[in-house]
C-alpha cells in the first residue's frame, strides 16, 4: 500500500507532541524540586496541575507505539517485508544507548554513585533497573522510562512476528488481518488493566514518609505490561493509518479532540485528590490517573498522526519553513533534555545553596530549560548523532573527491588572534599573579592551536595517503623535526644563559628543561610533582603539539585503508572526543590537580581528535561551505565568550568545557579555511596575519621576556611593565622569525610544496 502523503506535516505536529511532552516533565519535576506545587506555597489551581504534567510519559509511550511500530504493522498486513532484524536492533540501541550512557557515566562520575554498588550500575547501564523495586530509581530518576521503552522494542517484532506467521499460514486476507491486529491491540488493553489490577491488589500503598520503605508498587506498574495500553494507543494509530480509511480531522474536530486531551488532564489533576507527587497513589487514583492519561495522549497524539492522510475537502495546512526547523531541532534535543534536565536541577541547588521544596519556580526553571537546552545540543552532535551513523550507517553524507589544502592566511589571522588572547592572559605575571587587567580564559588560545594542528597535520597527512597510498613515517618526522627545531634550540640556549646566568637558575635544572623540551615531554612534569621554572612552564603546549603529531601520523597510518566513509571517520573523531571528556571528568573527580590534568595529553585529545575531525568535514565537502562559514562564526562567538569567562580554575572546563572550546575552534578553523565568511575576513586582516606568521617564536619568548621585564622592574606600576614587556615580545618574536624561522621556512617551500604548518 502507498505511503501516504504529506509527511512534512505529519513530521512537524508530532514533533511538537514530542517537544511539549519533554518540556511538561521538565515543569513537573522542577515544580516537585521547588515545592511550588506545596498548597502552603501558592494556592493557584494551577498547582494541581504542575504534578500531573507527566503525562507527557503517557505521550512518549504513544509516539512510539506510533513511530516504532508502523514497519511492523506494515509487515504484518503484507503492505512490505519484515523489517530485518539487526537493522532493527541496531537503530533502536543506537537511538536509546549511547548518549543515555554518557549521561549516566557523567552523572555518576560528577555527583557520585549515590551508594550504588557495581550491580547497581550495571542494571542502570543496561536499563533493567526497573526490575529490582529497591534499584528502580536510579542516578537518572526519570530512566524508568526508558527501560520500559526496551522492553516494548524487545516484545514488537516477537508479537507481530507471530501475528506475521499465523496469518501467512493460514492465508488470511488483508480485512481480515487489520480485524486481527486491532483485536491483538484490544488483548494489550486487557494485559494493561489485569496487570495493574493485580499489581493494586498485592502491594501497599506507598507511604512517602515511612523510612526504609520500598514503592514496590511504584516499581511494578513501570513494568511494560501496565503501559501496553499506551503504546495499543500509538500502535493502532499506525494499523488506521496503514488500513487506508483514516482521514485527517477538518481544524474543527482537531481542536475538539485537544480540548477532550485537556479536559482529561484537567481531571486527572483536580478530581482525584491526587498528592502532589509521582507516586503513593491508591486503587481508584491510580486506575483513574491511568485512564486519564491515556485519553490526554491520544487527544493531543492523534490529529497529528492524522494529518498526513487524504483530506475531505480544503489544502493542508504547511508550516512556515523556520517552523519547520525550529520544532525539528527541538525535537532532536528533546531526548538529551529529558536526559539533564534532573542533573541541571541539582547542581542549580548545590550551586546556588538553594533548599529542596522552597526554592524559586520560574528561576530554577528557566535556568533548566537554558542549561539542559545546551547540554542536548552538545550531546545530540557529540554523542547521539555520529552515535546512530556508526551504528547504522545513516545520517551519512557522500563523500565527494578530497580537495587539498594550499596556504590560506585568514589560518595564520586566526592563529595570531589567539596568541594575543594568550598573551594576554599571561599579564597576571607582570601583575603579581593578580588577574585584575589580563584575559581571564585567554589561556584557551593555546585551544585553537591543538584544533588547528589536528587540522593542518591531519589534512598534510591525508595528502600524502592520497598521493602515495601510505605515509612516510621518517620522512614526516624529520619534516616536524625541521620546523619545530630550529627555533626552539635557539631558544633554549638562549633563555638557558639568562637564567643561568642573570637569574639564578640552576644549571642542572636549566639542563632537565632543555631535555623534557626538546623530548616534547615537559607536559608531564606537573603530574609526576615537579614544578618547571616559570619561564619555561609554556612549553607543555609544545610538548602536546609534538605528541599530537606522532599520534596524527599513527592514526592516519591505521585509517590510510578506510577513507572512503569519512563520514564514518568524522564520527568516531566525535565520539572519541566525547570519551575524552568523560575521562577528564574521572580524573577530575579522582583529585587529579588541575594544572597537572590542564596539561596531561590524555585529557587533552579531543582538541587533537576535533581538529581531524574538521579536516575531513572540509577535505571531503561533507557540507557545504555555507554551513561551515556560519558554524565557524558561532565557534568564534564561543570562544570570544569563554576567553572572558573561564578561569583557569574553572570546573565546568574540566566537565566538558574544554571539549566544547576545542569543537568552537575545530569549526572556526574550518569555517576560515574556506577562504570567505566573517572568520576568513577577520583573518585576513593583515595586523593579525603578521601576528600569526610570527606566532611560533613569539610564544616561545614572550613568558620569559615577560618575567624578566619584572626582575629587571620589580616596583614599576603594571601600565609601564606591560608598556615594556609586550612589545619587547613581539621584538624578540620578530627577531626569532627573521633570524631563524624564515631562514627554515625558505629551505622549505623550496623543498616541498605543502602548506607550513606552524604551532
Known sequence: MPEPAGPQYRAFGLDVARVLAAVGVVVTHVAFATGVVNPLRWSSPLRDLLPRLDVGVSIFFVL?????????????????????????????????YPVYLFVLVFVVVASGAGGRGPAQLAADALLVHVYVPRWAIGPITQ????????????????????????????????????????????VWVLVALVWRLGVLAVTPQFELGRPGMVDTRGALLTWLPNHLDEFAVGVGLALWIQSGRARAMPLA??????????????????????????????????????????????????????????????????PPAWAGTAVTGAALGSYGLYLWHQWVTDEWFRARGLRDFVAPFPTVLAVVLVVGTVLAALTYWLVERPSELLATGRGGVEARPPRQLGPVPALDGLRGLSILAVLATHVVFLDGGRDRFSLPGGFLGVDVFLALSGFLIGLVLLREVDASGTLDGKDFARRRARRLYPPLVVFLVVEGLVAVLFVGTALR????????????TANWQLTFGHQPPFALVHLWSLALEGQFYVLLAVGVWALRKRLGRPDRLVAWC????????????????????????????????????????????????????????????GGLLVLGVCWVVARPTSEWLYMGGFTVVAAAAALAVAAAATGDGPVARLGNLRALRWVGMISFSLYLWHLPVYLWVVDLMPRAPLALKVAVAVPASFLAGWLGFVLVERRVLATWRRSTDEPVPTT
Do not use: K, M, N
Open 143 to 186: 530512566s524508568w522510562t526508558l527501560s520500559t521503552e526496551i522492553a516494548f522494542y524487545a516484545f514488537l517484532p516477537l508479537w507481530f512476528g507471530a501475528s506475521r506467521s499465523v496469518f501467512e499460514r493460514r492465508g488470511t486476507d488483508r480485512a481480515a488481518r487489520v480485524r486481527w491486529t486491532a483485536a491483538g491491540l484490544a
Open 509 to 520: 635544572e636549566q639542563g632537565l628543561q632543555s631535555l623534557l623540551s626538546l623530548t616534547f
Open 253 to 318: 474536530a482537531r481542536l475538539g479532540t485537544y480540548a477532550v486531551g485537556a479536559a482529561a488532564l484537567w481531571t486527572a489533576s483536580t478530581a482525584l485528590g491526587l498528592p502532589p507527587v509521582f507516586t503513593g497513589f491508591d486503587g481508584p487514583q491510580t486506575v483513574g490517573r491511568h485512564l486519564l492519561f491515556v485519553v490526554c495522549a491520544a487527544a493531543v497524539v492523534a490529529p497529528s498522526a492524522l494529518a498526513g492522510q487524504p483530506r475531505r475537502s480544503g489544502p493542508a495546512w504547511t
Open 574 to 633: 566525535v565520539v572519541g572526543a566525547a570519551a575524552v571528556a568523560l575521562w577528564r571528568l574521572w580524573l577530575l573527580r579522582q583529585g587529579a590537580s588541575l594544572p597537572a590534568l590542564y596539561e596531561r595529553t590524555d585529557a587533552r585529545l579531543d582538541s587533537l581528535l576535533l581538529g581531524l575531525a574538521a579536516a575531513f568535514v572540509w577535505r571531503s565537502r561533507l557540507t557545504s561551505s555555507a554551513r561551515l562559514r556560519a558554524a565557524g562564526l
Open 64 to 96: 512510539s507505539g506510533l513511530l516504532v511500530a508502523r514497519p511492523f504493522v506494515r509487515s504484518v498486513l503484507g503492505d512490505a517485508p519484515a523489517p530485518a532484524l539487526g537493522d532493527y536492533v541496531r537503530r533502536r540501541a543506537s537511538r536509546i
